[in-house]
């Protein structure tokens, strides 16, 4: 998936911990989002971004913080890491709808276990 | 609210079958429209996607979607099953109008038999 950088690739935690997983892209895109990923539930949207400075809540929100300081990163943080937040994470970028979007690139995923 | 809604989470058909993959969505807006593939332990590729114009898509590997506005649906088809399509399949949508959410629905894995 060319352009959007996603690290680390594998991560294990310990409860309680806490981490960020890095999300980079050199697009230009405006809108950025994370989702996790769970057998039978397919992706969740968690947060996303509309541009720099902007930060909205999707559908699983609660554990997770983001920031968009720059228009290229789009950090996402767990702050003190819980079992139930072990997934696969995928970051996705794309063009704002307003500039005739059409195509999101995802990250190749962070595969997060926390214990 | 918005949902996606993908009919059947595991679907198998014989090689050289029909392949029917669901999608109903709900929205007041109109919607962006996608189906992604998902092979084991691999990250998310584009099959096809609908924004507007033409509402029969075709994509990638034989796939393609037709958009049904007035039944809400986005159904994937493939004339004639290969082995290599085996995969999870995803139904997205976009929804606008303000809230900016792409939704995914929770996926159907197709089987494919000789």
């Known amino acids: 998936n060319a352009g959007v950088t996603q690290t680390p690739k594998f991560q294990v935690l310990k409860t309680g911990q806490s981490m960020t997983l890095q999300c980079a892209q050199d697009?230009?895109?405006?809108?950025m989002s994370w989702y996790r990923q769970d057998p039978g539930m397919g992706l969740r949207l968690i947060h996303y971004?509309?541009?720099?400075?902007?930060?909205d809540q999707g559908e699983v929100p609660n554990g997770y913080n983001v920031s968009r300081s720059t228009t290229e990163d789009f950090p996402l943080r767990l702050l003190s890491a819980a079992p139930s937040q072990t997934s696969v994470y995928f970051c996705?970028?794309?063009?704002?709808?307003?500039?005739?979007?059409?195509?999101?690139?995802f990250g190749e995923g962070s595969w997060l276990t926390v214990v | 609210a918005q949902s996606v809604t993908q009919l059947g989470s595991h679907v198998s058909v014989s090689e050289g079958a029909l392949v029917l993959l669901r999608c109903n969505y709900s929205s007041s807006v109109p919607p962006y429209l996608f189906w992604y593939v998902q092979y084991p332990n691999q990250g998310l590729q584009l099959l096809l996607k609908?924004?507007?114009?033409?509402?029969l898509v075709k994509g990638i590997n034989g796939f393609e979607a037709e958009f049904k506005k007035s039944e809400t649906s986005f159904h994937l088809t493939k004339p004639s099953a290969h082995m290599s399509d085996a995969a999870e399949y995803f139904c997205?949508?976009?929804?606008?109008?303000?809230?900016?959410?792409?939704?995914f629905g929770a996926g159907t894995r197709l089987a494919v038999h000789p």
């Open positions: 997205a949508v976009f929804f606008s109008g303000g809230y900016n959410k792409l939704i």
């Open positions: 609908y924004t507007t114009g033409a509402t």
């Open positions: 697009m230009n895109h405006e809108y």
């Open positions: 996705a970028s794309s063009y704002s709808p307003g500039q005739g979007w059409n195509t999101i690139y």
């Open positions: 971004s509309v541009g720099a400075g902007i930060t």
